[in-house]
């Protein structure tokens, strides 16, 4: 066993949507990996293949879509391949996932206990008694007032922040190793989306427990990151440390995205100041997806696709840099 | 809850008035009911002391307050036809039609929640197609037609079931029941089935567009991300948010299957009110359609109390105490 093994590892992901026109590739073969209690963050235009790749890994692509290339590595097996039942398995014990909207990730006919409870005996062995014990805990821990009495209330008597307090007390209720939180705060209010930032950061660094955050909120990245992927197109564009990627951003899109730093809170999508809007999957032109927009085209970038190039701590999909790659 | 209560009772009681007053409206709009009484060479003197016996010389609002008073205690008057007392026929009539109604309606939810959840999870499946093709002929097929074909196939060509009447019932006090007996077990087969099939059918297409929907919801994919398993996701989650359709839906058709009643009853020559409201149609028996109609109007306001505290029972948001939200 390796020392540093990388906790998750995607290697060239791809994932299609099949068509009566054609197939579309809304991931594009993507690599990453995801050390122990690392935070990676994800940013990206709304469509870029963000969530697609959530739910990849997790194993919960909805049909048509599928993984059609590509593996995914989770403490160094293969969990794309997997059956149903053993993905199951893995899903809530190994790697949790929060996703957008609070409002709408719980079940309303049942009390945030019983959802809580359940999730509990389905991954650990543990009592109805002991599993309410640790579900009041968990509430507790995720900073829900008067937990024993809040229990047994339903969804729709949390407010949005609350419910995602819940929310993310679910994904960790059996203390997974690495969870997937795709934009967890876009739909809360602008006042509470720090808060409950800073506690799904103090949570995992407690627990240890590996993120992969989905945010549209350069602030958020700059604060909570380790590392950063910009993803364009169904690719990545540039992925590195995040204090690199933000200071000395090297792919001309995230020069673009960087420029536009929005306050902590907004939504990078509206504020992007690169002319024009990422193609749609089915007029993605040739080379480099990102040269209509780019101001540094050149002839390249119209006919060869550039792949990941490694400069110093970070890599970029550009032309630009082609030839001055670093050595390991 | 209880203040719900109340104000679904005053409710009931209102629309109970209304029934009253359309039904006390038929004997005004047959002419004069005396002329049905006594023969034409009856004396103005001997009309007029029948006029005044039976307060028909009092002003309308009198008469409409003497008839419903009448009606709450159980006095419905006397049959032109049969020349007995209205509520004697209904008693006997009624175990039939309800029986009827009931077996029906067990049958339709029996077979029509599975289908749809059937149909709604194994959404490209071969017999869920199959499945739905078939319930398009249910839903097309008249229902004398669906009747007349069942006699054909199971009464005359088969000779397994009987093709008319209640067969042999058993009394239980002033209730008859077809139970109790195998021939009237038998006897029931045929015409329930011809009653719910409709039903039935309209059941499993409501749940499967329920499933598909339900399952598509972001709380569904949570459920799944949390590593629940495949029964407790489809049948604790997802099942169980397609009731409040399911219920307001099932109430609903109960009420369709008493007014349906009438046409199965027909067929199948089954001694119920339905076959009754037909016969009194055709000789223009008053007392009998207006209680029939009081009678009808009574069963639909208590299912609909029936299908508000079902709502109650299944989702939690219907049941907010106020205390709990001040809490927050
Ligand atoms: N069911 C689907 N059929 C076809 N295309 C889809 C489907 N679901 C998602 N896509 C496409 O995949 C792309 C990536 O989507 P997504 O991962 O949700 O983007 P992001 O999360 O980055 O905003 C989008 O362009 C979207 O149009
Ligand atoms: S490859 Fe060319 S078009 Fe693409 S980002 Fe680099 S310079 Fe711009
Ligand atoms: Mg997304």
Redesign the pocket.
Known sequence: MRANRPLLEVDRLRVE?P?RRGT?V??DEISFHIDPGEVLGVV??????????GSAIIGLL?P??RIAGGRILFDGSRIDDLPYEQMRRIRGKQIGAVFQDPLTSLNPLYSVGRQLIETITTHLDLSEGQARKRAIELLAEVGIPAPERRIDQYPHQFSGGMRQRVVIALALCANPRLIIA?EPTTALDVSIQAQIIALLKKLCREHGTAVML?THDMGVIAETADRVAV?YA?RIAEIGPARQVIKQPLHPYTVGLMGSIPMVGTDADRLVQIEGAMP??TEIPPGCAFNPRCPKVFERCRHDRPDLIRVGPASTACWLYDGQAGHD | MLAFIVRRLIQSIIVMLAVAFIAFSLFQFTGDPINNMVGPEASAETRQLLRERLGLDKPFPIQFLHFVGNVVQGEFGVSYRLGMKVEDILVQRLPATLELVAVAALLALAVGVPLGVYTGLHRYGAVSRLMLTLSLVGISLPTFLIGILLILVFAVWLGWLPSFGRGKVVSIGWWTTNFTSWDGFRSIILPAITLSLFQMTLIMRLVRAEMLEVLRTDYIKFARARGLTNRAVNFGHALKNTLVPVITITGLQIGALIAFAIITETVFQWPGMGLLFLQAIQFVDIPVMSSYLVLVAFLFVIINLVVDLLYYAVDPRLRIDRAAVGAH
């Open positions: 949507f068509t579309l809304a991931v990206g235009e709304s469509g870029a293949g963000k969530s697609l790749t909805e048509p879509g795709d989905v993803m169904g749609r999957l």
